[in-house]
């Protein structure tokens, strides 16, 4: 059985920082694009970043460009989000997702798995 699992999430003052990180089982997703979205309530969930399979391309939200950071371990078969300067539109459940291609994508439709999210809350 395949799960992504989030953890990392919590609460935080504007200005702070938090490490998010998604774990995989059930197969191995170091040929997979790997992506994470967040949803805040009564929204849309939004693309946030993406990372290639190997790493070497990544891609992000412009609200997010400067602050946050894409990263992957293909041996650990994880992928972490590290957010810095926070602030309080940032406050959301975060998904991971794995797309079945080396490339990146920035839409729900390109990923064919996900996690169940973790809580992020921001305040001012």
């Known amino acids: 059985q395949v799960q992504l699992v989030e953890s990392g999430g919590g609460l935080v003052q504007a200005g702070g920082s938090l490490r998010l990180s998604c774990a995989a089982s059930?197969?191995?997703?170091?040929?997979?694009?790997r992506g994470w979205f967040r949803q805040a309530p009564g929204k849309e969930r939004e693309f946030v970043a993406a990372?290639?399979?190997?790493?070497?391309?990544?891609y992000y939200t412009d609200s997010v460009k400067g602050r946050f950071t894409i990263s992957r371990d293909n041996a650990k078969n994880t992928v972490d989000l590290q957010m810095n300067s926070l602030k309080p539109e940032d406050t959301a459940v975060y998904y991971c997702?794995?797309?079945?291609?080396?490339?990146?994508?920035?839409?729900?439709?390109?990923?064919?798995?996900w996690g169940q999210g973790t809580q992020v809350t921001v305040s001012s």
């Open positions: 059930g197969r191995t997703f170091s040929r997979y694009a």
């Open positions: 997702a794995a797309r079945p291609s080396g490339r990146y994508g920035d839409k729900i439709a390109d990923y064919d798995y």
């Open positions: 990372i290639s399979w190997s790493g070497g391309s990544t």
